[in-house]
Nanobody
Framework: QVQLVESGGGLVQPGGSLRLSCAAS????????MGWYRQAPGKERELVAD???????NYADSVKGRFTVSRDNAKNTVYLQMNSLKSEDTAVYYC???????WGTGDYWGQGTQVTVSS
């Protein structure tokens, strides 16, 4: 069993910053790609950013230059630094990890953390 626990969401004014964290635990053989998705009301879940085990990041066009994804492999943790936040960034943010286990590979999700950008 693998658990992903997120933290760091909240309410912030436009132009502000937030940092999300997601720690993975459980019977993990190795963590492959980790990242963040988001889902706004009435919209489908979309990729925000992810990062390979080697540290190569990938971003949605809408967040390039504003968000930074990073990871600490020693802590099995992925981070999302969000700067210059806009109202359209308001959504529930979900952590994702592709995990290698003793029996194979699986995709796991966190419970979600709300990010609200509003004045």
């Amino acid at each position: 069993q693998v658990q992903l626990v997120e933290s760091g969401g909240g309410l912030v004014q436009p132009g502000g910053s937030l940092r999300l964290s997601c720690a993975a635990s459980g019977s993990i053989f190795s963590l492959n790609a980790m990242g963040w998705y988001r889902q706004a009301p009435g919209k489908e879940r979309e990729l925000v950013a992810d990062i390979t085990s080697g540290g190569s990041p990938n971003y949605a066009d809408s967040v390039k230059g504003r968000f930074t994804v990073s990871r600490d492999n020693a802590k099995n943790t992925v981070y999302l630094q969000m700067n210059s936040l806009k109202s359209e960034d308001t959504a529930v943010y979900y952590c994702h990890a592709r995990v290698s286990l003793s029996w194979g590979t699986g995709d796991y999700w966190g419970q979600g953390t709300q990010v609200t950008v509003s004045s």
